[in-house]
């Protein structure tokens, strides 16, 4: 019987990320189709004249599609300092 590995999820319960669409916080992740899937929970803006429906803030995305907030924010520093060395040689 062959071993199965299985990758670790890149994010975690609570943990703020961003995507296409914004920001949000996971909620909840599973293993589906060789891939990890996460929901997010994105924050709500003010209430529509409409009200509101149920769980519209809530989505489930790819790993793929999601970015790490703390990543994003060390690479941009790195970007930034490395343009303000290129300026100062």
Known sequence: MPATVLAQPK???????????GEG????????SSSWEYLLEMPMGPE???????????IWLCELDI???VNNFSHKVLHLEQKNLAKAC
């Open 11 to 21: 994010f975690c319960n609570g943990q703020i990320v961003s995507f296409v669409g």
């Open 25 to 32: 916080v996971i909620k909840n992740y599973r293993f589906e």
């Open 48 to 58: 529509t004249e409409m009200g509101r429906v149920g769980y519209e803030t809530m």
């Open 67 to 69: 970015y790490s907030l």
